[in-house]
């Protein structure tokens, strides 16, 4: 009897532990993939192109690939430094309609001088 009641919670609590392990996955190779676009598209003979081509890449090698709608590379201003900034928007991997289902990250890296 005891069983009964016990094993459907203890398959529930399991369950939630992996959502939060697969989001908490998928966040922080997307946080990567936006740091090392920002690093590649800061290079002195990169261009933009490079940052979306790195991040892309990276994030083709693992199972975030399919959460992701739209990556912009661009160049702002931070104090009296310019730097390259990556921007990734993707949809989180959730089971259920619980919590947030947007994530954006971003990476930024200081702009090289030829």
Same mark, same amino acid.
């Given at each position: 009897m005891d069983f #009964?009641?016990? !094993?459907?919670? *203890? &398959? @529930? !609590?399991?369950?939630a532990v992996l959502? &939060? /392990?697969?989001v908490m996955h998928v966040r922080t190779v997307l946080i990567s993939a936006a740091a090392e676009g920002a690093? @590649?598209?800061a290079l002195a003979d990169a261009d933009r192109g490079a940052g979306e081509r790195r991040a892309?890449? /990276?994030i083709e090698e693992s199972i975030a690939s399919s959460t992701v709608e739209r990556i912009d590379v661009? @160049?702002?201003q931070s104090g009296s430094?310019? #730097?390259? @900034?990556?921007? &990734?928007d993707a949809r989180l991997p959730?089971?259920?309609l619980f919590g947030p289902t947007a994530l954006h990250v971003h990476g930024h890296s200081? *702009?090289?001088?030829a």
């Open positions: #009964v009641l016990v !094993v459907p919670m *203890l &398959i @529930a !609590v399991g369950l959502q &939060i /392990i697969l690093r @590649a598209a892309r890449a /990276i661009h @160049a702002r430094s310019v #730097v390259m @900034a990556v921007d &990734i959730l089971l259920g200081l *702009l090289e001088r």
